[in-house]
T-cell receptor, first 114, second 113 residues
Framework: EPEVTQTPSHQVTQMGQEVILRCVPI?????FYWYRQILGQKVEFLVS????????KSEIFDDQFSVERPDGSNFTLKIRSTKLEDSAMYFC????????????FGSGTRLTVV | QQQVKQSPQSLIVQKGGISIINCAYE??????FPWYQQFPGKGPALLIA?????SEKKEGRFTISFNKSAKQFSLHIMDSQPGDSATYFC????????????FGQGTRLTINP
């Protein structure tokens, strides 16, 4: 079964440092997403990406965040200057364009900011 | 209002029993209602989903009941098993497969053997 792959599984970084979280979406999917889940809380939408541009973003996705699809397979989330409150699980997801067409989440990257 | 309210927060059910988790929404534009299952350290995995043109959908032991007029939908797990112990999230999307998902707060389900 096709999978969304995320690396690394766990990232520890110092406050103020830049981090890049990486994702390989399912190959024939067209939409790409990042979500965040703070420990014990609900999953929150950050951003969606389609046709090489951001299609929608949430209030959480401020100027410290950026996304990029640098080649035909990878999809990255960059946090420029991490804060303690950025500590969370970050999930990448991808989907096709038809109903129920595989809105699939990766296993996540646990980001710990110290 | 783009919120989905989920209850209960936690649920303990005996093996073989029926687990019921409820969700409610306000935005009538919501069009697609998936349920996700999440095990510790893993990403949410799609369990079952429904569109508002049907009132019920069943896949194996899992059933979604949908009440469009009340703007509520629920997940029923029949013959609950210890392997069903996980966190369950309801969600909603303005358009199936092509938009963001708005998640409920989650229900931690424990099935006692």
């Amino acid at each position: 079964e096709p999978e969304v792959t995320q690396t690394p599984s766990h990232q520890v970084t110092q406050m103020g440092q830049e981090v890049i979280l990486r994702c390989v979406p399912i190959s024939n999917h067209l939409y790409f997403y990042w979500y965040r889940q703070i420990l014990g809380q609900k999953v929150e939408f950050l951003v969606s990406f389609y046709n090489n541009e951001i299609s929608e973003k949430s209030e959480i996705f401020d100027d410290q965040f950026s996304v990029e699809r640098p080649d035909g397979s990878n999809f990255t989330l960059k946090i420029r200057s991490t804060k303690l409150e950025d500590s969370a699980m970050y999930f990448c997801a991808s989907s096709g364009y038809k109903e129920n067409y595989g809105y699939t989440f990766g296993s996540g990257t646990r980001l710990t900011v110290v | 209002q783009q919120q989905v309210k989920q209850s209960p927060q936690s649920l303990i059910v005996q093996k073989g029993g029926i687990s019921i988790i409820n969700c409610a929404y306000e935005n009538t534009a919501f069009d697609y209602f998936p349920w996700y299952q999440q095990f510790p350290g893993k990403g949410p995995a799609l369990l079952i989903a429904i569109r508002p043109d049907v009132s019920e959908k069943k896949e194996g032991r899992f059933t979604i009941s949908f009440n469009k007029s009340a703007k509520q939908f629920s997940l029923h797990i029949m013959d609950s098993q210890p392997g069903d112990s996980a966190t369950y999230f309801c969600a909603a999307s303005p358009y199936p497969g092509a938009q963001k998902l708005v998640f409920g707060q989650g229900t931690r389900l424990t099935i006692n053997p």
